[in-house]
């Protein structure tokens, strides 16, 4: 399975930025799905998950009320939808497919990972 994430960029604090993770194989669509991210000079981050069927979603509570994951299956691409961003949430964004599922907040649950894509967000 290869991951792609997209949609990343520059904006303003208060901003939104739509991130899409598309998958290369349609097996990935029994799979979980994670968002995390990681900021210069800090370790890697969960922010969200999704499961197969997109019917259990789980949230960093930095992010929770903020941004919402979803995910269509017939495209096979989840999403990330950020909203009211602020400059703490600039880092890069990585998706993860897992080997479940059901992946849950862990890296260790995710086996496939895509090349990240940078959000940044000035004050």
């Known amino acids: 399975v290869q991951l792609q994430a997209s949609g990343g960029g520059f904006v303003q604090a208060g901003g939104s930025l739509r991130l899409s993770c598309a998958a290369s194989?349609?097996?990935?669509?029994?799979?979980?799905v994670g968002w995390f991210r990681r900021a210069p000079g800090t370790e890697r981050e969960f922010v969200a998950s999704?499961?197969?069927?997109?019917?259990?979603?789980l949230y960093a509570d930095t992010v929770k009320g903020r941004f919402t994951i979803s995910r269509d299956r017939a495209t096979n691409t989840v999403y990330l939808e950020m909203n009211n961003l602020k400059p703490e949430d600039t880092a890069v964004y990585y998706c993860a497919a897992a080997a479940s599922a059901y992946g849950g907040s862990s890296s260790e649950s995710y086996r496939y990972w895509g090349l990240g894509t940078q959000v940044t967000v000035s004050s």
């Open positions: 194989r349609r097996t990935s669509s029994n799979n979980a």
């Open positions: 999704i499961s197969w069927n997109g019917g259990r979603s």
